[in-house]
């Protein structure tokens, strides 16, 4: 059960939660919240995907080989930029053929995961990712994108082989279903990796402002000038804050950009 419910989410229900819930009934599932049918982590990833496609009209109608904007500027930055770890470097260091046509793909994941991560460091908004279920669906996504690929390349059976590649057909009975649960468990570590570091981000700014709060309420009891003195931090902290949820943002949409990349090639190699 999701605890913080913001007002865009409130003013979405308020418009749309009827159609959610007759939805919802007639596929015979009971929604947590009925107040609030849509989750708050739907409607922020809704929301992303809105921002995300008015930042690329924006950017699209201002495009220019000869005058690049600030925007375009940045935008060039996520795809190559000279410390070699945007989207289109990740891709070709690690997969050695056809780099360039997974860029859609994985590049919209992870800017949408950027773009998801970087919702938390606004008061108004929440980051989608801190909700399990978000990661696990771009998890899914990038799981049957890789194995699809795979077995694109090389076939339902010649895909199935390399998870045995150059081993005797005796160990190969023993290794085969050990390398099936491996890669499923890239399921796992996708998920858990992202969501557990935006959920400890956003608890960790939570906590920390909860007992600033607290101190300068205690200090206010004790004296007037105490009170103002220890008001200082609660304002300054959240900035320290922000500061490292942005850092952690880029890294985790870093994270789920290599790691795709990686499975991809190791999924289209003609020998692992």
Not at 65 to 90: K, M, S, W, Y
Not at 96 to 105: K, W
Not at 109 to 134: D, E, K, R, Y
Not at 160 to 180: Q, R
Request: contains cysteine.
């Amino acid at each position: 059960m999701e605890q913080h419910v913001s007002w865009i989410t409130q003013v979405v229900n308020h418009l749309l939660g009827r159609f959610a819930l007759a939805l919802l009934s007639a596929l015979h599932i009971q929604p947590n919240q009925p107040d609030t049918p849509i989750p708050e982590h739907v409607v922020m990833g809704l929301l992303v995907l809105v921002v995300g496609t008015l930042l690329a009209l924006f950017l699209r109608s201002r495009l220019s080989v000869e005058r690049p904007g600030v925007t375009q500027q940045i935008a060039e930055l996520l795809i190559t930029n000279p410390l070699e770890f945007g989207i289109r470097d990740l891709l070709d260091e690690n997969i050695a053929h056809g780099a360039r046509e997974y860029i859609s793909m994985i590049g919209t994941i992870a800017i949408f995961v950027l773009f998801a991560n970087l919702f938390g460091m606004f008061p108004f908004l929440t980051a989608p990712t801190g909700q399990v279920s978000v990661p696990l669906a771009c998890a899914i996504v990038v799981f049957i994108y890789f194995n699809w690929h795979g077995v694109r390349h090389l076939g339902g059976l010649g895909y199935l082989k390399t998870f045995t590649a150059g081993v005797h057909w005796l160990l190969a009975i023993l290794i085969f279903p050990v390398e099936i649960i491996s890669t499923t468990a890239r399921l796992l570590s996708l998920t858990v990796r992202l969501w557990a570091n935006m959920f400890a981000s956003d608890l960790i700014y939570t906590i920390f402002l909860s007992l600033l709060a607290g101190g300068t309420a205690w200090g206010w009891e004790k004296s007037h000038v105490l009170g103002v003195i220890l008001a200082v931090f609660p304002m300054l902290i959240p900035v320290l804050f922000i500061g490292l949820h942005i850092f952690v943002s880029f890294i985790q949409a870093y994270v789920f950009t290599v790691l795709p990349a990686v499975y991809l090639g190791l999924a289209t190699a003609e020998e692992h």
